[in-house]
């Protein structure tokens, strides 16, 4: 499905282009191991799942398209990004 078709299909969905990568964290949690991307500009952590580790994306630009949700960890909130689509530019 191409991005034009998601972001109509969803409207909460936003696509951000050519956005340097300045941390990427890798982390095993059972079967998954979670990422966590940090966006330069942006203080907010942009999070995805996959099931195996990916390659480190330090220093690379990328095009993604993500969504915003909070999690609750310890009776705190903290604003997240739910990546869905991430891919180097």
Partial sequence: ?????????H???THSENVKVVSHVQREEGEWVRHTVMIENVDVPFVFKRTKHYQGLTGARVNMTYYPMVESIAGMDFEQM????????
Avoid at 1 to 9: F, G, P, W
Avoid at 82 to 89: E, F, M, N, Y
């Fill in 1 to 9: 499905m191409t991005v034009d078709k998601l972001l109509k299909r």
């Fill in 11 to 13: 409207q909460q969905l």
């Fill in 82 to 89: 739910k990546v869905v689509r991430i891919k180097r530019a």
